[in-house]
């Protein structure tokens, strides 16, 4: 029987079958002529539960032939330009080549003897990206697997902060239990879920977090906020943590992130900015300034998955304050040991390194931990950081252009002028019309777009309301094909529209 295990006597082998694989993707990607088939779960669910898992195919051509009946004909293509939907970048090839050797070699970053260079081109990434935010030489942080996972380590770190400040202001030391649930966490209404979630896994609730109104463009309503923090203040709670959105999900908004650090500074809280998406903007090449204020925050959360074109998952954490990383750290004897030579308490090493071994396991909250962050490293290394941020400065330049066009259609409506490279709008008709058609004509027309495989967009709530949504990530996408867009949603929805009347009638 032959060998599966990749070592050195499969190394031919390794090389056939993976160039087998990448032989059939690249045909796959020039041939894809819309971002999606179309098809329904009804249709493919019986496919793969049809599939006996226990008769293995043996050989890898085939299990090709098989993955393009259950996956790769269907798949939703993200390289497409008329893909417009979801946060999700088309992915530059030098980092699909980074991906392609990390899991060949498959290091695993939790420690220093499971990755060697692994973990020193982590770090250097680390402090680059660290030293694009603005932050001092005492920055530190590690890549996680996205932005959810990035925000709740950020929270973790800063409820752990805000307990042993409590504790160590209070006259009769409470107790940690005493404290949490008197922790509040402030973030705008359109921040992203995955705060009010971590909330939630630290033990505080979803309504530690405190929604802070926003203005007409979407961003943090920095007075309410002052408000907000007053009345925290006057009912003997805690401000625990500020988050501001560099980006929000749903519109490309950037919080005010000076005024929010002064008056996070002025209560004590943590400040953590989620970048998840805007983090582009640290590469960008003529937008850089939209982030200004980002070195003020305590904590960072980047996507590289999102705005810097990686395959997922390539995300991070960052800190001002490397010493705030210890709220995550554990020492297991197998695994990472206090050395000898540093004692609890020690002042940290200047460098980051904690005795002579760096362990990023120290910082993480996973352990074994896939090396995404080579990928970030063969992109700057072929391509360097203005390459990637022209990427998304063409993006954002796009979005600027599409919110013209539909802001002069008068088929539709549009919410905000673009900071970055969403469009969220929604189908009015023409005549008078009940609301809740409007709405319904709205979720038609996203899912017979879906449906037709022409297109594929996101939709989204504004106040209550149903509205369409364009993420615009793509750098290959073009005007015309958001009028062409444009054109076949006002279609779905006025043919809904007609036929909801005539029923009615
Ligand atoms: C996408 C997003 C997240 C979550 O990131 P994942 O990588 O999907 O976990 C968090 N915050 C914002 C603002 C986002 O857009």
Redesign the pocket.
């Known amino acids: 029987m032959r060998s599966h295990l990749l070592n050195e006597t499969t190394a031919d082998d390794y090389r056939r079958c993976v160039t087998e694989g990448v032989e059939r993707v690249a045909a796959k990607l020039a041939s894809t002529d819309k971002p999606h088939t179309g098809i329904s779960v009804d249709e493919l669910a019986p496919v793969i539960a049809g599939i006996d898992l226990d008769r293995p195919l043996d050989d890898p051509a085939a299990v090709l032939d098989e993955l393009e009946e259950v996956y790769l004909r269907d798949a939703v293509y993200f390289h497409h330009p008329r893909y417009l939907g979801h946060?999700n970048c088309p992915v530059v090839i030098p980092a699909v080549l980074g991906e392609a050797v990390l899991s060949a070699v498959n290091s695993s970053l939790d420690t220093w003897d499971q990755s060697i260079g692994g973990t020193l081109i982590e770090r250097r990434l680390i402090d680059w990206t660290a030293g694009r935010i603005g932050f001092g030489p005492g920055a530190d942080g590690v890549f996680t697997s996205?932005?959810?996972?990035s925000?709740f380590h950020a929270l973790l770190l800063a409820r752990d902060e805000a307990c042993r400040l409590v504790m160590k202001n209070s006259e009769h030391t409470p107790s940690k239990a005493e404290v949490l649930p008197k922790l509040r966490i402030f973030a705008s209404e359109v921040s992203?879920f995955?705060v009010k979630k971590s909330a939630a896994m630290l033990g505080l609730g979803y309504e530690a977090v405190i929604p802070v109104p926003v203005d007409r463009t979407k961003r943090m309503d920095t007075a309410a906020l002052a408000l907000e923090l007053e009345n925290c203040e006057r009912e003997g709670l805690f401000a625990m943590a500020v988050v501001a959105?560099a980006?929000?999900?749903d519109f490309g908004s950037i919080d005010p992130l000076p005024e929010i650090a002064r008056l996070a500074a002025e209560h004590s809280a943590w400040m953590h900015v989620?970048a998840?998406?805007g983090c582009g903007l640290l590469v960008s090449p003529t937008r850089r300034h939209l982030l200004d204020g980002i070195e003020l925050a305590d904590s960072v959360?980047v996507?590289y998955?999102?705005s810097f074109f990686q395959p997922v998952s390539s995300?991070a954490v960052l800190v001002r304050d490397r010493d705030t990383l210890a709220h995550a750290t554990y020492h297991a004897d197998y695994l990472n040991p206090l050395p000898k030579e540093v004692e609890v308490g020690a002042p940290p090493v200047p460098g980051g390194l904690r005795g002579s071994i760096p362990n990023q396991v120290d910082k993480s909250l996973q352990t074994t931990r896939r090396f995404d962050a080579l990928k970030l490293w063969t992109t700057l290394r072929v391509m360097g950081a203005d390459g990637v941020g022209r990427l998304f400065d063409e993006v954002c330049a796009l979005a600027a252009e599409g919110w013209k066009l539909i802001d002069a259609d008068p088929r539709f409506e549009v919410v905000v002028q673009p900071q970055l490279s969403t469009l969220v709008f929604r189908h009015v008709p023409a005549g008078e019309v009940r609301p809740d058609l409007v709405d319904e004509a709205n979720l038609h027309a996203r899912k017979a777009l879906f449906a037709s495989g022409e297109a594929v967009v996101a939709g989204t709530k504004v106040d209550g309301d149903q509205y369409l949504k364009f993420t615009l990530l793509n750098p290959q996408t073009t005007t015309a094909d958001i009028a062409a867009v444009l054109d076949l949603l006002a279609a779905h929805a006025e043919q809904y529209l007609g036929e909801s009347l005539v029923f009615a009638s």
């Open positions: 946060l996205g932005g959810s996972q925000n992203h995955s959105t980006g929000t999900t989620d998840a998406y959360t996507d998955h999102k995300s």
